[in-house]
Nanobody, 121 residues
Framework: QVQLVESGGGLVQPGGSLRLSCVASGTIFSIGAMGWYRQAPGKQRELVATITSGSNTNYADSVKGRFTISRDNVKNTVYLEMNSLKPEDTAVYYC???????????????WGRGTQVTVSS
């Protein structure tokens, strides 16, 4: 059993900052790439940022220069530092991790349940 649990969402004014965290727990042998996705009302889920196990990062153009993804491999945790937030950043943010539960199992993707981020004055 694997769980990904996000935290850190909330209501923030435009120009403000938030830091999201996502902890992976349960039976985990190894974690590959981890990432953050978001889904706004009436829109499809979209990639925000990803980070490999070697800490190579990738960002959506809309968040480059404002958001920073990082991870702590000891704590099985991925973070998303969000600065200069805009109303269009409002969405449910989901954590994703590609991981193996045992040495002999296939790697598969797991998702958290999401955390709401609302940017509004």
């Amino acid at each position: 059993q694997v769980q990904l649990v996000e935290s850190g969402g909330g209501l923030v004014q435009p120009g403000g900052s938030l830091r999201l965290s996502c902890v992976a727990s349960g039976t985990i042998f190894s974690i590959g790439a981890m990432g953050w996705y978001r889904q706004a009302p009436g829109k499809q889920r979209e990639l925000v940022a990803t980070i490999t196990s070697g800490s190579n990062t990738n960002y959506a153009d809309s968040v480059k220069g404002r958001f920073t993804i990082s991870r702590d491999n000891v704590k099985n945790t991925v973070y998303l530092e969000m600065n200069s937030l805009k109303p269009e950043d409002t969405a449910v943010y989901y954590c994703n991790a590609d991981l193996r539960q045992t040495a002999s199992s296939y790697r598969r993707a797991y998702w958290g349940r999401g955390t709401q981020v609302t940017v509004s004055s």
